[in-house]
Nanobody, 128 residues
């Protein structure tokens, strides 16, 4: 059974940092691209970042480039999203998503339907 479980969300002041974790199980993690998406109230879900499987390639949305860093620990089957210099507009529910196993790269971050499995989401609120 595929599971993606997010943790690490919460309330943080603007300019501060937060690290999200996504623990995965039920599929060949080493060979699966993993992404983070987010959805703010009243807005569509948007892709934030993706870590391809074994080649180490990463992708970022323009809105988070230089502030967010995605990483993965294959031994722990966990993907992290380090979020620095947080802004109020980063407030959203953040979702972890897995692409098709053995995919050679990340599905486009502009197409959420390219991802097969989703976590339940976790709230991140950036506010003073």
């Amino acid at each position: 059974q595929v599971q993606l479980v997010e943790s690490g969300g919460g309330l943080v002041q603007p300019g501060n940092s937060l690290r999200l974790s996504c623990e995965a199980s039920g599929f060949p993690f080493d060979y699966t691209p993993i992404a983070w998406f987010r959805q703010a109230p009243g807005k569509e879900r948007e892709g934030v970042s993706c870590s391809a499987s074994r080649d180490g390639t990463t992708y970022y949305a323009d809105s988070v480039m230089g502030r967010f860093t995605i990483s993965r620990d294959n031994a722990k089957t966990t993907v992290y999203l380090q979020m620095n210099s947080l802004k109020p507009e980063d407030t959203a529910v953040y979702y972890c998503a897995a692409g098709a196993p053995y995919g050679s790269s990340c599905p486009s971050l502009s197409n959420m339907w390219g991802y097969d499995y989703w976590g339940q989401g976790i709230q991140v609120t950036v506010s003073s």
